[in-house]
Every structure is written in structure tokens, then in C-alpha cells.
T-cell receptor, first 112, second 115 residues
Framework: DQQVKQNSPSLSVQEGRISILNCDYTNSMFDYFLWYKKYPAEGPTFLISISSIKDKNEDGRFTVFLNKSAKHLSLHIVPSQPGDSAVYFCAFSPNTGNQFYFGTGTSLTVIP | ETGVTQTPRHLVMGMTNKKSLKCEQHLGHNAMYWYKQSAKKPLELMFVYSLEERVENNSVPSRFSPECPNSSHLFLHLHTLQPEDSALYLC??????????????FGSGTRLTVV
């Protein structure tokens, strides 16, 4: 039973435009929400996170939005750059335990 | 060398072989993890170590045997694997085992193929 869903396996965006990546989850006990970015032949790299007490967190071009009532997490990248082309994973965790639940990833291609 | 280093990068092994994956972190972190990523599936947590003590084992078959001799090194010993064990095996570390918002530092992974 997959608790985290990234329904879009791929996304293409023009350079300079906004990229929006989405995750949905089913477990209402999740308290921590992270995004990772992965280039080919490299491990995932932590990008940005948010806790359940907030609905938005911003870091430069990257903004994460959390809609707890809809159980929906999104990542906005503005403006998108070719170097942002990578696979993006969302990861969720409850307050207890050591487990992070990952999505299957969305491959973002930013077209110059 | 900095970050999390995994060796080998690629490994092909027969079902009767015994091999080991190695992970080393130079970040001074106290927690280390093994994750498995199969094709088109999410990352699955396999093992968690905190200060060299195993704190979690997620129902992983006994043909996978972890070892953490010190807080900087983590091994995954493999024996009598099955073809369905072919996957990308990722090692990660974090400052503490309960870190939530800071994320993990991942290695580049070992691409394992069982033939």
C-alpha cells in the first residue's frame, strides 16, 4: 500500500517558466515533508523541507507548499533553469519512528 | 574526500556468490541507513544504525546482512541473492537518527545485478 504518490512520472517546462511538482499522501500522521533532487548516477540530494505546522517554506527559487486538508505537497521552482533538470522525490515522515516514505519520483526536464 | 562514498558503483553477482557493499561517510554523522530502490518503485528503508547499533530492520530477508563497525562505515553483506534483488542500493547518513527536517546525505549508490 503506497502511502505517497507522485502521479506524474515526467514533466517538461520551458526555461524561465514555473515548474510545479506534486505529491499526494494518505497518512494523516505525517508531520515532516521533504523534497530531494537526483541527477543521473548520483544519490538524491536534500532540497527543501516543511513541517506540518507551516503551509509554505521558501528557499531562493524553490518554494514548498503543504495543504494538509487535501494531503497534498507541491514544489514550485521559479524561474526554472536547465540545471534543474533531474528527478525529484518527495519524502514524508511521521513524528515517531525512523521511517521516511518516498514517492517514485518525477523527472523534470527544463528546455532551454 | 567528503560526503558519503559507496563502493563498488556497479556489481554483477551470481546467485551463489557472496559479496559486500561498502559505505563510508566523512561528515561526523551518527546515523547511517541502507535503502533499496527497485525499478519504478519508491525507495525502501532496509536498515538503520545509530552509533553503530542497529535500531531498525524493516523485514529484510536474511540474505542481506548489515554491519556497522564504527560510526563512519557501513557494510551490506550479500549471499545467495535472487534476481529480484537486482536494484540500486543507496547508503545515507544523518546527524542523528531522528533528524526530520534536515534530510539525509545519500551516496551515489551501488547498482546491483543478480544473474
Amino acid at each position: 500500500d503506497q502511502q505517497v504518490k507522485q502521479n506524474s512520472p515526467s514533466l517538461s517546462v520551458q526555461e524561465g517558466r514555473i515548474s510545479i511538482l506534486n505529491c499526494d499522501y494518505t497518512n494523516s500522521m505525517f508531520d515532516y515533508f521533504l523534497w530531494y533532487k537526483k541527477y543521473p548516477a548520483e544519490g538524491p540530494t536534500f532540497l527543501i523541507s516543511i513541517s506540518s505546522i507551516k503551509d509554505k517554506n521558501e528557499d531562493g527559487r524553490f518554494t514548498v507548499f503543504l495543504n494538509k486538508s487535501a494531503k497534498h505537497l507541491s514544489l514550485h521552482i521559479v524561474p526554472s533553469q536547465p540545471g534543474d533538470s533531474a528527478v525529484y522525490f518527495c519524502a514524508f515522515s511521521p513524528n515517531t519512528g525512523n521511517q521516511f516514505y518516498f514517492g517514485t519520483g518525477t523527472s523534470l526536464t527544463v528546455i532551454p | 574526500e567528503t560526503g558519503v562514498t559507496q563502493t563498488p558503483r556497479h556489481l554483477v553477482m551470481g546467485m551463489t556468490n557472496k559479496k559486500s557493499l561498502k559505505c563510508e561517510q566523512h561528515l561526523g554523522h551518527n546515523a547511517m541507513y541502507w535503502y533499496k530502490q527497485s525499478a519504478k518503485k519508491p525507495l525502501e528503508l532496509m536498515f538503520v544504525y545509530s552509533l553503530e547499533e542497529r535500531v531498525e530492520n524493516n523485514s529484510v530477508p536474511s540474505r542481506f546482512s548489515p554491519e556497522c563497525p564504527n560510526s563512519s562505515h557501513l557494510f551490506l553483506h550479500l549471499h545467495t541473492l535472487q534476481p529480484e534483488d537486482s536494484a540500486l542500493y543507496l547508503c545515507a547518513s544523518s546527524q542523528e537518527v531522528r533528524v526530520k527536517l534536515g534530510g539525509y546525505t545519500f551516496g551515489s549508490g551501488t547498482r546491483l545485478t543478480v544473474v
